[in-house]
Nanobody
Framework: QVQFVESGGGLVQPGGSLRLSCVMS????????RAWYRQAPGRQRELVAA???????KYADSVKGRFTISRVNIGNTIYLQMNDLKPEDTAVYYC????????????????WGQGTQVTVSS
């Protein structure tokens, strides 16, 4: 089972910045994708940003140009730098990894962190 330690959430004013961190440990194998999702009250969980094994990134249209996902090359730590935050960014942010079930398996599994609250309000 993959374990997560998420941090960095909190309350920030519109236009402010936060950086989320997620440290993962456990059975994470090659060809994995690490990501941040978020879920606002009454809404479905949505992808915010993802980064694959070779560093390719993907962003939701709503955060392009404001958020940046990055990864520490050694180890399993990812960050989400969030700038110019808006009230609509308010949500619980979840760390996620999609990885093989075993080093040689073609089956992938998704694991989730416990989530960290981000609130953007004046």
């Amino acid at each position: 089972q993959v374990q997560f330690v998420e941090s960095g959430g909190g309350l920030v004013q519109p236009g402010g910045s936060l950086r989320l961190s997620c440290v993962m440990s456990g059975p994470i194998f090659g060809d994995s994708t690490r990501a941040w999702y978020r879920q606002a009250p009454g809404r479905q969980r949505e992808l915010v940003a993802a980064i694959n094994e070779i560093g390719d990134t993907k962003y939701a249209d709503s955060v392009k140009g404001r958020f940046t996902i990055s990864r520490v090359n050694i180890g399993n730590t990812i960050y989400l730098q969030m700038n110019d935050l808006k009230p609509e960014d308010t949500a619980v942010y979840y760390c996620n990894v999609l990885t093989r079930s075993s080093p040689t398996s073609s089956e992938y599994r998704a694991y989730w962190g416990q989530g960290t609250q981000v609130t953007v309000s004046s």
